[in-house]
């Protein structure tokens, strides 16, 4: 049987490799209430968590992402879109990022491209994530401040960054207009 959302995929592929919820968060550095709510409420991580279940269960990240299976090229159109996910401070308060993926299907990518909008709220106490991996985004519209390190950037239309991931960072919009990006994570295989 496929399992069909995120919450079900996590629980067939722990189960598949005969590890407790326990186990996983041990290996992970994830809290079990956080990874219970994962499989039976079925919300949805930013990618740094799911990055470190994929590590710990062996699989590559895509594998929580992918709904089935395509052949080259892959083409993802702009009406077929889907959110994918939410990035989540913890609970129940969402941080105001909303993730579609363009690579969901294509189950033998080594990079993660997501078109990402960015809306204003309040995320200045959001704790920056760090991952192995390189991440490279360009603004499409708005403004949006990179925390990177100590250092903030501040970027608009037409431009870009690329970094690497393992130092703390975090994307927040800046100012009233929500932002729109497109990001291309890499992270490498173990």
Not at 70 to 78: E, G, K, L, Q, V
């Amino acid at each position: 049987m496929a399992a069909h959302n995120l919450g079900e995929k996590l629980k067939k592929y722990r189960e598949m490799n005969n590890v407790s919820r326990e186990r996983l968060a041990e290996i992970s550095g994830l809290g079990q209430e956080f990874l219970r709510s994962l499989e039976e409420e079925n919300i949805h991580p930013s990618l740094g968590p799911l990055l470190k279940i994929s590590r710990a269960l062996g699989t590559r990240l895509g594998t929580f992402l992918d709904d089935e299976t395509s052949s080259d090229p892959f083409i993802t159109r702009a009406e077929e879109r889907k959110e994918d996910m939410h990035a989540l401070r913890g609970g129940d308060d969402p941080l105001p990022l909303r993730f579609y993926s363009l690579g969901r299907g294509k189950t033998d990518r080594h990079m993660e491209p997501f078109h990402i909008q960015v809306v204003p709220g309040e995320t200045r106490n959001e704790l920056p994530s760090s991952h192995e991996g390189e991440e490279f985004l360009v603004v499409l519209s708005g403004r949006i401040e990179i925390l990177y390190g100590k250092e903030k950037y501040e970027l608009g239309p037409g431009d870009s960054i690329y970094y690497n991931s393992a130092l703390p960072h975090s994307v927040t919009c800046k100012g009233d207009e929500a932002a729109e990006l497109y990001a291309v994570l890499y992270f490498p295989r173990e």
